[in-house]
């Protein structure tokens, strides 16, 4: 079945270390997203990704990395620059990113805490 | 800006009670709207979608009708099941917006038996 897969679904990070949150879809969709949710709020979106090699900020890009470098893959580096990583973090895909009508797929989350 | 307002929860309903959940959105464009459903642990799930005025969107027993007069699309449910205890999402998509759904803060939906 196609879908989105993320791993790991916990994550612990130590102070001044940067981690990454695996995302891998088999959708074959062009355009990739993340998110973050904290509690009682909505989702907030980090970087997006069009199109293979090419990316962009989202609205809370301050302390995160993304790359590109294959259609299936959109992994995400927590830096220790993010001074408050505490979220659950929600990885999306859509066939295209301009296509309104076109739903975003999301894999099943990764819960990141500090040690 | 475009923006989504949701209704507060938690919304606490017994099993075959009707449900509502409000959603009010602000948009410079013609948005899509959509529902999504987050069951605890897990991702985010497409419920039900609008793309034009007056669409209905309908799914599992869930509706929800565009209306571009009042800027809304609530969510409603003629009997709900204690399945269908979630996190609701209201959500729209706009061109306008960079190619990014703008989402509401979630109403949690608790049934009880």
């Known amino acids: 079945d196609g879908g989105i897969t993320q791993s790991p679904k916990y994550l612990f990070r130590k102070e001044g270390q940067n981690v990454t949150l695996s995302c891998e879809q088999n959708?074959?969709?062009?355009?990739m997203y993340w998110y973050r949710q904290d509690p009682g709020q909505g989702l907030r979106l980090i970087y997006y990704?069009?199109?293979?090699?090419?990316?962009q900020k989202g609205d809370i890009a301050e302390g995160y990395s993304v790359s590109r470098e294959k259609k299936e893959s959109f992994p995400l580096t927590v830096t220790s620059a993010q001074k408050n990583p505490t979220a659950f973090y929600l990885c999306a895909s859509s066939l295209w990113a301009a296509a309104g009508n076109q739903p975003q797929h999301f894999g099943d989350g990764t819960r990141l805490s500090i040690l | 800006g475009n923006s989504v307002t949701q209704m507060e929860g938690p919304v606490t309903l017994s099993e075959e009670a009707f449900l509502t959940i409000n959603c009010t959105y602000t948009a410079t464009g013609y948005p899509s709207l959509f529902w999504y459903v987050q069951y605890p642990g897990e991702g985010l799930q497409l419920l039900l979608k609008?793309?034009?005025?007056?669409d209905k969107g309908s799914n599992k027993g869930f509706e929800a009708t565009y209306r571009k007069e009042t800027t809304s699309f609530h969510l409603e449910k003629g009997s709900v099941q204690v399945s269908d205890s979630a996190v609701y999402f209201c959500a729209l998509f706009d061109v306008d917006s960079s190619y990014k759904l703008i989402f509401g803060s979630g109403t949690r939906l608790l049934v009880r038996p």
């Open positions: 959708l074959n969709h062009d355009a």
């Open positions: 990704s069009q199109i293979v090699n090419d990316f």
């Open positions: 609008a793309t034009k005025a007056d």
